[in-house]
């Protein structure tokens, strides 16, 4: 596609965007009244206008039912989070009975490694991104900790080539081939959160299937923003966060997927709690512990119903916008965004920075800054944009096809260039 960096060429693609009316339906932080370029999608999802009114009507159900409202508030909260299946499935390319929203990113980590990082004899070791998110480091590292074993030993991390930004999928691939026989589980983020590289998550999968080994996806960066097929792919299990690109608001509850193959494993150890029963048994309070079929089976506690009403919405709205033509926007307006920095670095002399992020990519693009980029980070923020900085050097930029517009993405450039010019 030939683009432009004009302001006509900008507002001809938003006048043809179908997805454009979706903008209207989040809430903007303002920078004199206008509203903010809000690029930070990836770390907190705007918020749906819509959310006060789902929330309202469960704090309307529960001053009317009081505890009632577990069987007659309108969305009946003893069984909240069944209506949330066929969504999620929708988003991650699963069946309805290996998805269910639940608890907390890292929490869900941790629960589902119980049961799939399983070391014996020889498979001790897990595989990993170097440099992953921090909070999946540390979970790696103590789940390493919990069966008594060195996290030194134990874990092997995947590293870019010297001078590269981004994993090699052969490299990937032949470390899996290379360590196969001590290999117990892979678990790696789905899309980087720092260099935005979408990994090979189909051919890993197909890999691991072969050389029996366990694989999990953290998709926090990844659900709602490229396309899953996690049941088709044969992954065994993944965990994600609903307050990034899913805009369910800051904390909202996180979710899982099992495969089906997993579903009903007995032999499977799992941290458990009454809501991982069957929903007949629930209520019956009785002694021992036996689960319910699919992902529901590792739930925990009852929903948090008021974070929730959130999420449902927000994946509502998503699967209005269809992810089909959401990623299809999302291919071109990260394009744009990509021509738009080559323009802007043409047109200033001394302007210094390098795109590390791979072609196989979500809506991320991460800017590796030459020189001074934070000063130049902070009068971009002066000037009503929000991007994300992360130490040392790299600024984050994420145009959402939900809610930005390739007006944002134009009026971004002008404003680099204008900063730059000003700091000059
Ligand atoms: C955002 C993110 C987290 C955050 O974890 P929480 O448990 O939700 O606080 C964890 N891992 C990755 C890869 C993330 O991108």
Known sequence: MDFKYTQEFAESMDSSDKLAAFRDRFHFPKHNNQNKIYFTGNSLGLQPIEAKEAIQQELDDWSKFGVDGHFEAKNPWFSYHEDFKPLLAKMVGANAEEVTPMGGLTANLHFLMVSFYAPKGKKTKILCEAKAFPSDQYALESQVKFHSLNPEENIIELSPREGEYHLREED??????????????????????????????????????????????????????????????????????????????????????????????????????????????????????????????????????????VHKKALEIHLEAGMDRLIEKQTKLTSYLEFILESVAKENNGLSFEVITPKERGCQLSMHMKGSGKELFNKMTEKGVVADWREPNVIRIAPVPLYNSYTDVYQFGKIISESFQELK
Not at 190 to 217: D, F, R, S
Request: aromatic share 12%.
């Open 172 to 309: 990937i691939l032949s470390k899996i081939e290379e360590h196969k026989d001590e290999i117990a589980m892979i678990m790696i983020g789905g899309v980087n959160y720092y260099t935005g590289q979408l990994m090979p998550m189909k051919n890993i999968a197909a890999l691991a299937q072969e050389k029996n080994i366990i694989v999990g996806y953290d998709l926090a960066h990844a659900i709602g923003n490229v396309e899953l097929k996690l049941h088709e792919w044969g992954v065994d299990f993944a965990a994600w966060c609903s307050y990034k690109y899913l805009n369910s608001g800051p904390g909202s509850v996180a979710g899982i997927y099992v495969h089906e193959k997993h579903g009903d494993n007995k032999d499977l150890n799992r941290f458990a709690g009454w809501w991982g029963t069957k929903p007949d048994d629930r209520f019956l309070m009785r002694k021992g512990f036996e689960a319910d079929f699919g992902a529901d089976g590792w739930q925990l506690s009852n929903a948090p119903v008021l974070a929730m009403a």
